[in-house]
């Protein structure tokens, strides 16, 4: 009150008003456009298929740096959004640091929920079922073709089941931190399901067997999951 007094006594108050403006503009964290969501159960929920150390590293590092360079790189860019959707539709029009880590932090936001504690005969049923059986003949031959997609992405990437604008279920695959959902995607859709090939997702436990690993996380996938995404 004495500082507030003083000023206007001084005819400085509205030096006064645009510097507690400023301050209260400094004071609004500038990172907050994205937050790491929480994994959906414990880190050791999903073994043996995904060992826990993997698990800590991949959410808690890999996830968490994407989040952290995405909330750097929207920063630079003058960008204010919550709408991650908005920007992997126009991520040609934006910066590299944006498409990577963006992507990477939807990617892994879709990619968690989808796993649950392994199960053995787990296989999808009702809906989803049916649904892949139409698309592909079975859900072994749905099986053979995205293991197929995930073996012959060279490098770092993603294997996808997708459902086109017109309905159709189709496999495909991304680079990097890419997704369909991008305007860059070779073919674009929504991901109805989405496995992480990067050798960061399973190296610790299956080394360079990246055949191992596709053949073991059919136990964790989550059907309900698949099922939800597929409606959506
Ligand atoms: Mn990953």
């Not at 996830?63 to 750097?72: E, I, R, W």
């Amino acid at each position: 009150m004495e500082r507030r007094l003083f000023l206007r006594m001084a005819g400085l108050a509205p030096l006064a008003f645009s510097l507690k403006e400023n301050i209260l503009q400094a004071a609004i964290p500038l990172h907050d456009h994205f937050t790491l969501p929480p994994l959906p159960y414990p880190t050791n929920a999903l073994e043996p298929v995904i060992d826990t150390l993997t698990m800590e590293i991949h959410h808690g590092r890999h996830h968490k740096g994407y989040v952290d360079n995405l909330n750097k790189a929207l920063d630079e860019a003058g960008i204010h959004t919550h709408d991650i959707l908005d920007l992997m539709r126009r991520v040609s029009t934006l910066s590299p640091a944006i498409r990577n880590n963006g992507g990477g932090h939807w990617n892994h936001s879709f990619f968690w929920p989808l796993m649950r504690p392994p199960r053995e005969n787990n296989v999808p049923e009702g809906q989803v079922r049916d649904a892949l059986n139409g698309a592909f003949g079975s859900f072994e031959a749905f099986r053979d073709q995205f293991k197929k997609a995930a073996m012959g992405r060279f490098g770092s990437g993603w294997a996808w089941l997708v459902k086109t604008s017109d309905g159709k279920l189709i496999i495909t695959s991304t680079p990097n931190q890419d997704n369909p959902l991008m305007d860059v995607a070779e073919l674009r859709g929504t991901p109805v399901l989405g496995l992480d090939v990067w050798e960061h997702a399973y190296y610790l436990k299956y080394q360079n067997k990246r055949a191992d690993y596709i053949d073991a996380w059919w136990k964790v996938v989550n059907w309900d999951q698949v099922a939800k995404n597929l409606q959506g």
